[in-house]
């Protein structure tokens, strides 16, 4: 574990300069002004195929996506097979702090050096009521397998049905599309739920997407 503990140290918020840290300070705060549907509806805004949604549509299916991994979350069931975790540095490159693959081997990658700046942005920003002290493995985790039991079809179809997105009619029959982009805001309400944080991660993602663009730019 030397190598992603030596990257950290390298990448510490501690290094930026006092103009750099004021600024990122103030665009995280601008972040924690949203609600997490808000934050869920610029992500999905953002996803390739959304760029001519309507914004009050975006909202609507945020806030269903949200609360259906949520309620996912609150069902009580598990995985009957849990993935494998392998932990790894790379994520700050990547911007990511966790990754699900279901091939060859289900499996989640916990990026060490991205958890470890998370910590030390939650105290940097002061979020420690939203985001407990070692909470962040456990949230990364909980998003991941929320991936993997979006993975299910009767999951899958549970949250295009509670969407409503039509993408074909013929005649009186109606076919559901697929929305790009629930299925990671489904995640994030998942996890939310199912650590008891005080926002869901979403706003940790976007704050934390922020500060690695401010340590490759000080």
Not at 72 to 95: K, Q, Y
Request: hydrophobic letters at 45%.
């Amino acid at each position: 574990m030397a190598g992603p503990r030596t990257a950290f140290r390298r990448s510490r918020l501690a290094d930026l300069s006092a103009a750099r840290r004021d600024s990122l300070a103030a665009e995280c705060e601008r972040l924690a002004a949203l609600t997490d549907a808000e934050l869920a509806a610029r992500l999905l805004a953002g996803t390739p195929t959304h760029e001519a949604r309507d914004s009050a549509m975006l909202a609507r299916w945020a806030e269903v996506s949200t609360g259906f991994g949520a309620e996912l979350a609150r069902s009580g069931a598990g995985l009957d097979d849990p993935p494998r975790v392998i932990e790894r540095d790379g994520g700050l490159d990547r911007r990511l702090m966790a990754r699900y693959r279901s091939r060859p081997v289900s499996t989640v990658e916990l990026y060490v050096d991205a958890l470890a700046l998370g910590e030390e942005l939650v105290v940097f920003l002061g979020w420690q009521a939203w985001f407990p002290p070692g909470s962040l493995r456990a949230t990364a985790l909980a998003h991941e397998e929320a991936h993997a039991r979006l993975h299910d079809t009767a999951v899958r179809r549970a949250l295009r049905h509670r969407l409503g997105h039509i993408s074909l009619r013929l005649g009186r029959f109606r076919i559901l599309g697929h929305v790009a982009g629930a299925d990671e805001v489904a995640a994030h309400g998942y996890a939310g739920a199912a650590v008891g944080l005080g926002r869901t991660p979403i706003l940790l993602t976007a704050a934390l997407t922020g500060a690695v663009l401010a340590l490759g730019e000080d």
